[in-house]
């Protein structure tokens, strides 16, 4: 479905290397995004043109696709207010405007992710939320749902984009942090600095997730040859897929939900992988009306992966698309749109609008699925 390493010029270069070293506000990010000062403020310095832009230390490549991006913004839902911080209980968004100022090479997959962490720098691992989508010239705004917790300092979000290659390597990568100030004041300026070193150390973690998803969801041929194909079969609300192969293998199916949560599909915790038979159509599951399409509006994509022989354990699934990813398994995508409610994660074309007041938005409700109904939906607050 749906390089080079990206470049940034000089001017948003400084911009940067400003944020990694210090805590603008986010009304300075904000002034950056609309390219007009705010009310009050003194006149923006003219930047001195450059021929060449200068690359970013540590995310230079052959090559390169020159992106250019604001700093995280917390946002209202249009994408055209911004918020110097995130009180609880409001339908918030954390929103990144991307230029995209050269095409992407043929084959390439683009991967986002935003990471979540404490005030201390620790992850919430339930909270990553990605999409694997196929990448495009152009500006778009990166965002995702946000709902501060109440009575907490600050968190951390991190945002990172990378275009993965078939054989699942970096093409070009953009990481960034932030700090959410959500209510109260934020730790002393040692301990918030140790805080951002310990997000800045996970970025490699995120990178090595991005490239799993990167090889796995798409399809591609194995070792020796193998090939796997997944077909959905949809029935009103309920999807069920067939699998095929071009030789006896085993296989598990991924789910990236439009709620950009990752889960293990099948086999389930404690099981062997499925076993596909060279030639013959499997179904997923083996009867009933299947698996029903619900959460928040978007794009599910469902991938099969398959090995012929020393398929590893099936562990977290992101573990085991890294360990398929490495064995040299087969895969193949399915994508399925889902129309819900409002859409948690996504990329969109356009630019984060000029920053003034904004009302209340009270935060809404999730729809619960129905009991005894396995769903593809997932939602990304947690209950």
């Known amino acids: ?130 999409q694997v989508i196929k990448p495009q010239k152009g500006s778009f705004i990166y965002n995702v749902k946000y709902q501060a917790p109440a009575g907490k300092p600050g968190e951390f979000a991190l945002f990172f984009q990378a275009w993965i290659d078939s054989a699942g390597k970096t093409i070009d990568t953009l990481q960034m942090v932030t700090i959410v100030l959500v209510s109260g004041a934020p730790q002393n300026r040692a301990a918030l600095d140790k805080a951002r070193g310990k997000v800045d150390s996970r970025a490699k973690g995120v990178e090595a997730n991005a490239a799993a998803l990167g090889a796995t969801f798409r399809t591609r041929e194995g070792a020796k040859g193998l090939t796997v194909k997944i077909q959905p079969r949809e029935s009103g609300d309920h999807v069920a897929f067939d699998l095929s192969a071009n030789r006896d293998c085993q296989a598990v199916l991924l789910d990236l939900s439009s709620g950009g949560e990752l889960k293990m599909l099948a086999p389930a915790k404690g099981q062997k992988p499925l076993s596909l038979k060279a030639g013959e159509k499997t179904a997923f599951p083996a009867g009933g009306e299947g698996l029903r399409i619900s959460g928040p509006a978007g794009v599910e994509t469902v991938a099969v992966l398959a090995l012929e022989d020393g398929a590893p354990g099936s562990e977290g699934p992101m573990e085991t698309a890294a360990k398929w990813a490495k064995a040299g398994c087969a895969s193949d995508a399915a994508a399925l749109a889902v129309a819900g409610e409002a859409a948690v994660i996504g990329r969109q074309a356009g630019t984060i609008g000029k920053p003034g007041a904004a009302a209340a938005v009270p935060a809404k409700a999730g729809k619960a699925p129905e009991k005894g109904k396995e769903s593809l939906g997932n939602l990304f607050e947690k209950k």
């Open 1 to 130: 479905m749906t390089g080079k390493r990206l470049f940034l010029t000089s001017c948003l270069a400084i911009g940067l290397l400003a944020l990694a070293l210090s805590l603008p506000s986010v009304a300075q990010a904000a002034q950056k995004s609309s390219g007009k000062p705010l009310p009050g403020a003194a006149p923006a310095a003219t930047p001195t043109p450059t021929a060449t832009p200068t690359p970013w230390p540590g995310l230079t490549g052959p090559g390169g696709c020159l992106h250019a991006a604001t700093t995280i913004l917390i946002t209202d839902p249009n994408f055209q207010q911004v918020f110097p911080t995130a009180a609880p209980g409001l339908d918030l968004r954390l929103a990144i405007a991307v230029d995209i100022l050269k095409d992407p090479p043929p084959g390439a997959q683009e991967v986002f992710i935003f990471s979540f962490f404490d005030e201390y720098g620790a992850w919430i691992a339930d909270r990553d939320a990605g």
